[in-house]
T-cell receptor, first 115, second 119 residues
Framework: AQSVTQLDSQVPVFEEAPVELRCNYS??????LFWYVQYPNQGLQLLLK??????LVESINGFEAEFNKSQTSFHLRKPSVHISDTAEYFC?????????????FGSGTRLSIRP | ETGVTQSPTHLIKTRGQQVTLRCSSQSGHNTVSWYQQALGQGPQFIFQYYREEENGRGNFPPRFSGLQFPNYSSELNVNALELDDSALYLC??????????????????FGPGTRLTVL
């Protein structure tokens, strides 16, 4: 079985400041790792994913996440946030499978940006 | 390429009623997963359909049931609604199967959701 823990339910930061959203997971098998973003009153959008290879993955809007197998973590970072980054962020895992597999989500971190 | 769509957008029901939510998968996808997202929580897996058959189920009672049609669209049915069923219901489509490669089976594309309120 897998589980995901997002250590912070809310993270307030000032605009242009750096941010880190923390995520730890537990699994007895290897997993794929994801960060999803949910803007107010919208569905989920995939922000970035780690499947294999380089442990540092990047999104097109400046976010990055690093897979740390020894610490079972997949923290999300951005060096300088913008007001438009205000959203709820979900860390998620999924076991590799030939058939599509369920995604297990954390409880979410609400990122609020102050001007 | 059409994305995942869900209907209706919002729905209000009373306790004990039944509800049907609908999802159209992204073009070319053969797998649909349903998730329940209660207020302030992460989405919880309800079940998944692959080529019209149930392909896994989360910890939800039998009054939550589903269907997948030959065009891979899907329905989620909930009977005997309870107050705790109030939530955002998300549908996600993906391409599963041996020919797709395992990683593609895990990349799911979400619809905007249906917000269900049970009074």
């Amino acid at each position: 079985a897998q589980s995901v823990t997002q250590l912070d339910s809310q993270v307030p930061v000032f605009e242009e400041a750096p941010v880190e959203l923390r995520c730890n997971y537990s699994s007895s098998v290897s997993v794929y790792l994801f960060w999803y973003v949910q803007y107010p009153n919208q569905g989920l959008q995939l922000l970035l994913k780690y499947l294999s290879g380089s442990t540092l993955v990047e999104s097109i809007n400046g976010f990055e996440a690093e897979f740390n197998k020894s610490q079972t973590s997949f923290h999300l970072r951005k060096p300088s946030v913008h007001i438009s980054d205000t959203a709820e962020y979900f860390c998620a895992v999924s076991p590799p499978s030939i058939r599509a597999s369920k995604i297990i989500f954390g409880s979410g971190t609400r990122l609020s940006i102050r001007p | 390429e059409t994305g995942v769509t869900q209907s209706p957008t919002h729905l209000i029901k009373t306790r004990g009623q039944q509800v049907t939510l609908r999802c159209s998968s992204q073009s070319g996808h053969n797998t649909v997963s349903w998730y329940q997202q209660a207020l302030g929580q992460g989405p919880q897996f309800i079940f998944q359909y692959y080529r019209e058959e149930e392909n896994g189920r989360g910890n939800f009672p039998p009054r939550f049931s589903g269907l997948q049609f030959p065009n891979y669209s899907s329905e989620l049915n909930v009977n005997a609604l309870e107050l705790d069923d109030s939530a955002l219901y998300l549908c996600a489509s993906s391409l599963g199967g041996a020919t797709s490669g395992s990683f593609r089976g895990n990349e799911q594309f979400f619809g905007p959701g249906t917000r269900l309120t049970v009074l």
